[in-house]
């Protein structure tokens, strides 16, 4: 079966680094896609991985292990503006998603 | 920077009603595709689409539904008889050939009455 998992929600303070996990089992996987999602907004591309490693973007970094169906999304330097839900989506076949449920992400002054 | 354009931003149908979800992906995309979120719960994928022709879709996406590219530049999605659980918001995405991440349209959100 297609199966992504990820915290339901997590809450970090404005500054700080925040580490969201996802594993996922996904057949003919491609690669591995984060999104950001603004309540009633659509999602927006931050970052992705084909190949094992971290992938550095700014103030996000996400990072892949094929062999463990594990990825993070790393945020650092947390502002307010991040509160939103972070979804990890798998891709396979014809590059569709599968999502996860997403994580809801407060950031505190 | 290029977008993904969806009309009408929401749609008030009664159920039965056939509807028509309206998308201009960016022009130098290839791929497009069609996803829906019904509220709550996560993105869920309906269908991709390619060299005019649908390439995958999911067992959501049955008889009721259809996807055409009329004139090479719409990307048109079809309800034909809306139930009360097509209520959702609807994104429409395309991407290059690359495997570079997709662009969202803002979506339509779709209220079956």
């Known amino acids: 079966g297609q199966n992504i998992d990820q915290p339901t929600e997590m809450t970090a303070t404005e500054g700080a680094i925040v580490q969201i996990n996802c594993t996922y089992q996904?057949?003919?996987?491609?690669?591995l896609f984060w999104y950001q999602q603004h309540a009633g907004e659509a999602p927006t591309f931050l970052s992705y991985?084909?190949?094992?490693g971290l992938e550095e973007k700014g103030r996000f970094s996400s990072f892949l292990s094929r062999s463990k169906g594990y990825s993070y999304l790393l945020l650092k330097e947390l502002q307010m503006k991040d509160s939103a839900s972070y979804l990890c989506?798998?891709?396979?076949?014809?590059?569709?998603?599968?999502f996860g449920t997403g994580t809801r992400l407060k950031v505190l002054a | 920077e290029p977008e993904v354009t969806q009309t009408p931003s929401h749609q008030v149908t009664q159920m039965g009603q056939e509807v028509i979800l309206r998308c201009v992906p960016i022009?130098?995309?290839?791929?497009f595709y069609w996803y829906r979120q019904i509220l709550g719960q996560k993105v869920e994928f309906l269908v991709s689409?390619?060299?005019?022709?649908?390439?995958?879709k999911s067992e959501i996406f049955d008889d009721q539904f259809s996807v055409e590219r009329p004139d090479g530049s719409n990307f048109t999605l079809k309800i034909r008889s809306t139930k009360l659980e097509d209520s959702a918001m609807y994104f429409c995405?395309?991407?290059?050939?690359?495997?570079?991440?997709?662009?969202f349209g803002s979506g339509t959100r779709l209220t079956v009455v």
């Open positions: 995405a395309s991407r290059t050939d690359s495997l570079y991440g997709y662009t």
């Open positions: 996904t057949s003919g996987f491609n690669g």
């Open positions: 689409f390619y060299n005019n022709e649908i390439s995958e």
């Open positions: 989506a798998a891709t396979s076949g014809t590059y569709k998603y599968i």
């Open positions: 022009s130098n995309h290839l791929y």
């Open positions: 991985n084909v190949l094992d």
